[in-house]
Nanobody, 124 residues
Framework: QVQLVESGGGLVQAGDSLRLSCAASGRTSSSGAMGWFRRAPGKEREFVAAISWTGSSTRYTDSVKGRFTISRDNTKNTLYLQMNSLKPEDTAVYYC?????????????????WGQGTQVIVSS
């Protein structure tokens, strides 16, 4: 089992920045690629960004390209999401996830372990 705990969410104004973190514990040897997803009020969960186990490959959904950066520090078992130029439409609960496979997945079903989420609210 892998446990994931997100942190770093909060209430910010449009144009501000936030950095989310996701700390992994437990059987981290089972952790491969990692990703961020989000669920906005009244909407389905959607893919935000993902990173391969080595960090050499990343993917982003179009709406966050150029504004968000995903990264990881395997020595600390931690995943990050740097979010710049935040918009009200970025308001959501953000979840991190991991899978055993080392390569990126962009679907929720690709991931085996999930955190509880951290709330991000962007006011206009």
């Amino acid at each position: 089992q892998v446990q994931l705990v997100e942190s770093g969410g909060g209430l910010v104004q449009a144009g501000d920045s936030l950095r989310l973190s996701c700390a992994a514990s437990g059987r981290t040897s089972s952790s491969g690629a990692m990703g961020w997803f989000r669920r906005a009020p009244g909407k389905e969960r959607e893919f935000v960004a993902a990173i391969s186990w080595t960090g050499s490959s990343t993917r982003y959904t179009d709406s966050v390209k150029g504004r968000f950066t995903i990264s990881r520090d395997n020595t600390k078992n931690t995943l990050y999401l740097q979010m710049n130029s935040l918009k009200p439409e970025d308001t959501a609960v953000y979840y991190c996830a991991t899978r055993s496979d080392r390569w990126i997945g962009v679907r929720g079903i690709d991931y085996e372990y999930w955190g509880q989420g951290t709330q991000v609210i962007v006011s206009s």
